[in-house]
């Protein structure tokens, strides 16, 4: 008997499982499917995407559908079209010996009309996301009332989007008498709270650690200068040659520009990012699928839900905001029991929330450095090789070979090698080989942990002051600007002090660890179409007196590798600095917000 027979499953199934190629059922299958099939029961599991938990309610749903009437029995409910997509496709390939079974996709931003003509034909399950779900039932295209079992599918997912309102709206449709399966990847106190809510004595099955990333990803970080973000990227990708990955920014914007400046640089990279059509998005992520795109710069929004297996590496090009988001962006690599990495590119000042995260995931990262250039050429060059080992060799050349072999005539062995070699690998050279050391080594902020807060504190070495082109002509006083700065930077309340509003620009401080990040967030940052400069003063204590710009005027800008090669130096005082004010007040500035 084999180990999914012993589950309990039909030989419909099994004959599916056999198709797919399914040898062994995946931890979460072998806990919930003998308790899905025996008891008519609600379920709490958690698990993350990538641990096979589609066929974990899948198979036991499959079965116990009646597939001789046309009513709707069970509702999937999941967080995005791809995620949704994804569950009814492989839905519709488990159960493709079972005749008569029709399952129904639902999901925003295709024909509602033909979606309502697949419900029409009759769906024993529809698998939906919630707008769209509660849309249908509000036009009484679809019918849920007679459901025997609705499953929530990345409940944690579904909350971060905000549709808990959704869901309560779309579960008061669905009868008293069911069963509710809960999937989720973490277990925060909103999912507890629809467990609560919606679920009878639910049972509970763990799989890995509760809260914890895939066992099979290894974290690791990489410090550098705020500035260094981009450099250090191009590397971390350059030493990994067969890299198929996605890279995590926290903006749009940002995302639309590492993924511009790396297509530029020649990569294989795409954006995926809500500002773009649907049309777009799917365009970049059928490319994905195929591997002609190696670097997927995404949001988290956007990429929530992406389900593609053999993503080796996870780059968080910034950190996000949440814990929790870290673990659904690691937990894109490593899946179906593949390894994959997941890389955190930091500044000194951010380490505390990899010690945070360290401590919500339940394992340590690994403190790398950035590869130097000579180490990317070396790694270059002996992937270069193997390449030519590997390759097939194309038949066509044969009619071309006497032709080719009088041109290389004379050329040994040795020297052949080092030619054919020498066409990738100078390239490398060439831009690689005089490059500097990206790593942040000044260990004075490295990792310290401070006293007892959440995250650790960093050490107060000194204070740092800074000029901003914004002042009170802008509509700020001291309290309103550090709320603006305060919501820019990421940073606490207490982090920034010293605020000086004048006229047309203003000063404030912070302490040096997070000059890096200063600098960074304010590196090219446009509020309303305009640019808005931080500059570290040259007088740290002093209030009045200017320090340096950049790009005041539309001028500077950034040099390759990130150096800002544009930087010029104002010589004169601040005060009443028309130039900065002008900007504002010409495009009718009214404040940021
Ligand atoms: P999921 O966690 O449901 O997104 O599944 C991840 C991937 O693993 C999907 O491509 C499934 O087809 C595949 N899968 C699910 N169960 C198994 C299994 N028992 N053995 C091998 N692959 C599986």
Redesign the pocket.
């Known amino acids: 008997m084999s180990k999914f027979e012993s589950l309990g499953l039909n030989e419909s199934l099994l004959s599916a499982?056999a198709d797919?190629?399914?040898?062994?059922?995946?931890e979460v299958?072998e806990k919930a499917i003998p308790i899905l099939l025996e008891d008519e029961t609600d379920l709490v599991a958690l698990?993350?995407?990538?641990?096979?938990?589609?066929?974990?309610f899948g198979f036991p749903l499959i079965q116990k559908i009646d597939v001789a009437s046309r009513t709707t029995q069970g509702l999937i409910l999941s967080p995005t079209r791809e995620l949704c997509l994804?569950i009814t496709n492989?839905m519709q390939?488990y159960s493709k010996y079972e005749k008569g079974m029709n399952i129904v996709a639902i999901y925003g931003g295709a024909s509602i009309t033909d979606q309502a003509r697949q419900i029409k034909r009759g769906a024993q399950i529809v698998v939906a996301t919630p707008g769209r779900m509660k849309d249908m039932i509000r036009r009484g295209i679809v019918d849920i009332s007679k459901i025997d079992y609705c499953i929530l599918d990345e409940a944690d997912e579904m909350l971060n989007m905000g549709f808990y309102e959704d869901i309560k709206d779309i579960l008061s449709n669905t009868p008293e008498e069911k069963s509710t399966w809960l999937f989720s990847a973490t277990m925060p106190k909103e999912v507890s709270t629809i467990a609560k809510k919606f679920m009878h004595s639910p049972k509970e099955i763990t799989v890995g650690a509760k809260n914890s990333g895939a066992s099979t990803v290894q974290h690791e970080y990489y410090v550098v200068s705020g500035r260094d973000r981009y450099p250090a990227l191009k590397r971390l990708a350059d030493a990994n040659p067969g890299i198929f990955s996605v890279v995590f920014c926290r903006t749009k914007r940002d995302t639309q520009k590492v993924a511009e400046k790396l297509i530029e640089d020649g990569y294989n990279a795409g954006a995926l990012h809500g500002d773009l059509s649907q049309n777009q998005r799917d365009l970049v992520m059928n490319a994905f699928r195929k591997k002609q795109i190696q670097m997927l710069v995404a949001t988290d929004v956007a990429a929530r839900g992406i389900?593609v297996?053999d993503i080796t590496h996870v780059v968080n090009y910034q950190l996000p905001d949440e814990i929790e988001t870290y673990t659904h962006r690691s937990g894109r690599t490593g899946?179906?029991?593949k390894s994959g990495i997941s890389m955190v590119i930091v500044t000194r000042s951010e380490l505390r929330k990899i010690a945070a995260i360290e401590r919500k995931i339940k394992t340590d990262f690994l403190e790398k450095k950035i590869p130097t250039g000579i180490e990317i050429c070396e790694i270059q060059l002996y992937h270069l090789a193997n390449n030519i080992k590997d390759t097939k060799i194309n038949e066509e050349i044969d009619g071309y070979l006497p032709a080719i072999t009088d041109v290389l005539e004379g050329i040994d062995r040795e020297e052949l090698i080092k030619k054919i070699v020498s066409v990738e690998f100078t390239r490398f050279f060439n831009y690689y080989s005089k490059t500097r050391d990206l790593n942040s080594n000044d260990s004075s902020g490295k990792r310290e942990r401070g006293n007892g807060k959440d995250g650790g504190e960093y050490r107060k070495d000194g204070s740092v002051r800074y000029f901003i082109n914004v002042g009170e002509r802008d509509g700020y006083d001291w309290m309103t600007l550090k709320d603006f700065l305060r919501d820019k930077i990421g940073l606490d309340k207490d982090d920034i002090y010293k605020v000086d509003t004048k006229d047309t620009f203003s000063f404030f401080n912070t302490e040096a660890q997070f000059t890096p990040l200063i600098l960074e967030t304010f590196t090219d940052l446009k509020v309303d179409g305009r640019f808005v400069n931080v500059e570290v003063s040259k007088d740290p204590g002093g209030g009045g007196r200017g320090g340096r710009r950049h790009r005041g005027g539309g001028g500077g800008g950034r040099g390759r590798d990130g150096n800002r090669s544009g930087r010029r130096d104002r010589k004169d005082s601040f005060k009443g600095g028309k130039k900065g004010s002008k900007k504002f007040k010409d495009k009718g500035n009214k404040g940021f917000y």
Request: negative net charge; aromatic residues 4%; without cysteine.
């Open positions: 499982v797919l190629g399914f040898e062994q059922p995946s299958q698990a993350q995407t990538g641990t096979g938990k589609t066929a974990a994804q492989e390939l389900d297996d899946r179906a029991g």
